[in-house]
């Protein structure tokens, strides 16, 4: 991390005040299949308060990796990276799947654990030596997200940091990131 002074500790603002942003989260039990317990931010999203400072709380752990702009990966990324690059003051970009962006675009293939994906940003968003600090809601296995980072990399930006809402420790999806990784909550099983 850069050394730009004290960091508020977890679970906290830089004013000192304190927010429990787990008790914003729900579980939900075998979603999408059994078996998987999915960790919804939607109950966080629909109360603004709520809202509002965990998105303060990104501010805080992004602001010391002096970005540029920000990159959200489609869908909840975005919801989580556009009222934090207004926060911060900076652009975002939008890393989308395949046709869904107008214009020209480059695109990144990754593998998954069966088959094949594609994110794709507009060919112009990246400017080389943009400092991209990419956004999603959620690292599990970190296919995605290093996918991202990869296609960000190859349009020229610099990613001084990756960063989520919750990451799953469990499935170590930080040893794929080619990018320093920070996250608001783990949740490790």
């Given at each position: 991390m850069?050394?730009?002074?004290?960091?508020?500790?977890?679970?906290?603002?830089?004013?000192?005040?304190?927010?429990?942003?787990?008790?914003?989260?729900?579980?939900?039990?075998?979603?999408?299949?059994p078996?998987?317990?999915?960790?919804?931010?939607?109950?966080?999203?629909?109360?603004?308060p709520?809202?509002?400072?965990?998105?303060?709380?990104?501010?805080?752990?992004?602001?010391?990796?002096?970005?540029?702009?920000?990159a959200?990966?489609?869908?909840?990324?975005?919801?989580?990276?556009?009222?934090?690059?207004?926060?911060?003051?900076?652009?975002?970009?939008?890393?989308?799947?395949?046709?869904?962006?107008?214009?020209?675009?480059?695109?990144?293939?990754?593998?998954?654990?069966?088959?094949?994906?594609?994110?794709?940003?507009?060919?112009d968003?990246?400017?080389?030596?943009?400092?991209?600090?990419?956004?999603?809601?959620?690292?599990?296995?970190?296919?995605?997200?290093?996918?991202?980072?990869?296609?960000l990399?190859?349009?020229?930006?610099?990613?001084?940091?990756?960063?989520?809402?919750?990451?799953?420790?469990?499935?170590?999806?930080?040893?794929?990131?080619?990018?320093?990784?920070?996250?608001?909550a783990?949740?490790?099983?």
């Amino acid at each position: 991390m850069p050394d730009t002074g004290p960091t508020p500790a977890p679970g906290s603002l830089a004013d000192g005040s304190s927010f429990d942003l787990k008790a914003h989260i729900r579980a939900v039990p075998d979603f999408p299949k059994p078996g998987i317990l999915f960790y919804d931010i939607c109950t966080l999203l629909r109360d603004g308060p709520a809202f509002n400072a965990a998105i303060k709380m990104l501010a805080d752990l992004v602001r010391p990796y002096r970005p540029t702009t920000l990159a959200g990966i489609e869908s909840r990324g975005f919801v989580l990276a556009a009222p934090l690059a207004l926060e911060l003051g900076l652009g975002f970009i939008l890393l989308r799947k395949p046709r869904k962006l107008p214009g020209a675009t480059i695109g990144y293939n990754y593998a998954l654990e069966y088959g094949t994906d594609r994110l794709e940003i507009q060919a112009d968003a990246v400017k080389k030596g943009d400092r991209v600090v990419l956004l999603d809601d959620l690292l599990a296995t970190g296919g995605t997200m290093a996918a991202g980072i990869r296609l960000l990399k190859e349009a020229g930006a610099e990613v001084p940091l990756a960063a989520a809402m919750i990451e799953l420790t469990f499935l170590n999806g930080r040893a794929r990131l080619d990018a320093p990784f920070e996250a608001l909550a783990a949740y490790d099983s």
